[in-house]
């Protein structure tokens, strides 16, 4: 898992072949504020751009994924983002043939994401976001393929 903001996303671009691209909308959806939707981006990456309420902890799931990397970045507001190791948390729901995500019950830590932060999390970090006070949030979370 990594956290950080915007204006560092310089320093994580050789992670990944498609993290250029997936930088490059961010940074782009930052200054424009794209409509609420589904944008395709190159290499099988996408974005999804979100506009929601924070809900209360027991209303968000924990998730995670076996072949997407997600970074999901805050353009406006501020919201919650729990995070654990998924080997830690006890599988609920598994989603993953249909569709690439399973759900768990467990524990997180907290980070705080604000406007410009973003966190990558990888197919072994389980993650809870969209927790707040109900307070409202912009974001994207972008997909992006990962190969093993």
Do not use: W
């Not at 983002?81 to 249909?98: I, K, Q, Y």
């Amino acid at each position: 898992m990594i956290k950080d903001n915007i204006r560092n996303a310089a320093l994580y671009e050789n992670v990944n072949p498609l993290f250029p691209v997936a930088f490059a909308f961010l940074e782009e959806a930052m200054k424009s504020a794209p409509e609420v939707g589904r944008y395709e981006l190159d290499g099988g990456a996408f974005a999804l751009v979100q506009s929601y309420d924070t809900k209360s902890e027991e209303n968000c799931k924990i998730e995670a994924h076996k072949k997407m990397i997600d970074i999901q970045c805050v353009l406006k507001g501020k919201e919650l983002f729990g995070v654990a190791d998924v080997r830690s948390e006890e599988m609920t729901e598994d989603r993953f043939a249909e569709k690439d995500v399973a759900f768990y019950k467990g524990s997180v830590d907290l980070l705080t994401l604000t406007d410009g932060d973003f966190a990558i999390v990888f197919p072994e970090d389980a993650h809870r976001p969209q927790q707040g006070d109900g307070s409202h949030v912009e974001k994207v979370v972008i997909k992006v393929p990962f190969e093993f």
